[in-house]
């Protein structure tokens, strides 16, 4: 039961932080519209298997958005066995862990919404939402472990391919039929960490019927 909640009440969240974000936007937003116009005939045609790997810009959004409001901020780990950290650690992160035994049964809180903030992993634009930065050669110079919206390694969640098309599919109906406005600002949202990440303001934005 609580692994379902999980798994709907992030993605619901995510959907709607996503469309907060594209409104926040709008150079992304039109941009994003015009990818639609281009793969897709009409505003309701299906997404399916041979269309959606066209939405290229799409998936640079997306990944940005799971960076820049990932649906979990913090995610907890429990060491089975010591863990020596050193020559594996990132340069950032060198001076403060390294060489530095990890005991077995420790309890590490991994910050994911600070690391995907963090300049030194991300550059000088980290609090930035810029979609560009996951293409090709640029995202390669971000350590593999900087990004993890939904964990990484074994015990990562077992919905990231259902929650990552469910945005995709959903955003590509949404982003063909309306324009998304909001009178919010960026610098006065505030975030509230709980089971996901939520804005306390809520989620208040205008859509506009586009013709397609």
């Known amino acids: ?15 709607a932080m996503a469309v ?8 992304v937003q039109e941009k994003l519209h ?6 897709f005939e009409s505003p309701n045609e299906e997404v399916n298997e041979e269309n959606l790997p066209q939405l290229t810009y799409l998936d640079l959004v ?14 907890i780990r429990y060491t089975s066995d010591e863990v020596q950290i050193g020559e594996f650690v990132h340069k950032s992160f ?4 390294s060489d530095h035994l990890v ?7 991994i910050p994911i919404y600070e690391m995907h903030r963090k300049k030194e992993l991300w550059g000088d634009d980290a609090d930035e939402f810029k979609p560009e930065r996951f293409e090709g050669e640029k995202f390669k110079i971000v350590p593999a472990y900087a990004y993890m919206p939904f964990a990484l390694g074994p015990r990562n969640c077992i919905g990231l391919n259902y929650a990552t098309r469910m945005l995709k ?24 960490f709980v089971v996901v990440t939520k ?14």
Not at 199 to 212: A, D, E, P, S
């Open 1 to 15: 039961m609580f692994e379902t909640f999980k798994g709907f009440e992030t993605t619901a969240y995510s959907l």
């Open 20 to 27: 907060v974000i594209l409104a926040l936007h709008p150079e």
């Open 34 to 39: 015009d990818e639609l116009k281009n793969v």
């Open 62 to 75: 997306v990944k940005e958005i799971l960076r820049y409001w990932p649906p979990v901020s913090v995610i």
């Open 94 to 97: 060198q001076d403060c862990i």
């Open 103 to 109: 005991p077995k049964g420790a309890h590490i809180f």
């Open 169 to 192: 599919i959903t955003l590509a109906y949404l982003f063909r039929h309306f324009r998304v406005e909001t009178d919010m600002k960026l610098e006065d949202i505030s975030l509230e």
């Open 199 to 212: 804005i306390v303001q809520g989620f208040k934005v205008k859509l506009t019927k586009r013709n397609f």
